[in-house]
Nanobody
Framework: QVQLVESGGGLVQAGGSLRLSCAAS????????MGWFRQAPGKEREFVSA????????YYADSVKGRFTISRDNAKNTVYLQMNSLKPEDTAVYYC???????????????????WGQGTQVTVSS
């Protein structure tokens, strides 16, 4: 069983930055592709970014490309999402997810992940 705990969310003005962290326990974190998703009120949960087991391969949604950076520290069992140039439309609950089953490649679909954190709120004011 894998437990994921996100932190680092908060309220920030447009143009500001936040760094989200997701600490994992249980399982073998260093072998899992990891992802970040977000869900705004009244909307579906959507893909934001993903990273492979080593950190050598990353992928971003078009809406965040060039502004967000995903990274991981396998020694600390933690994945990060650095968010710069934040916009009001980035406001959402952000979730990290672990892919422990299936092909160990980057994944962008919710159903490809089998463990989820509880989420952390990010609010960007205009």
């Amino acid at each position: 069983q894998v437990q994921l705990v996100e932190s680092g969310g908060g309220l920030v003005q447009a143009g500001g930055s936040l760094r989200l962290s997701c600490a994992a326990s249980g399982g073998t974190f260093s072998s899992y592709p990891m992802g970040w998703f977000r869900q705004a009120p009244g909307k579906e949960r959507e893909f934001v970014s993903a990273i492979n087991w080593s950190g050598g391969n990353t992928y971003y949604a078009d809406s965040v490309k060039g502004r967000f950076t995903i990274s991981r520290d396998n020694a600390k069992n933690t994945v990060y999402l650095q968010m710069n140039s934040l916009k009001p439309e980035d406001t959402a609950v952000y979730y990290c997810a672990a892919r422990s089953m299936g092909p160990q490649r980057i994944a962008t679909m919710k159903w490809q992940y089998d463990y989820w954190g509880q989420g952390t709120q990010v609010t960007v004011s205009s």
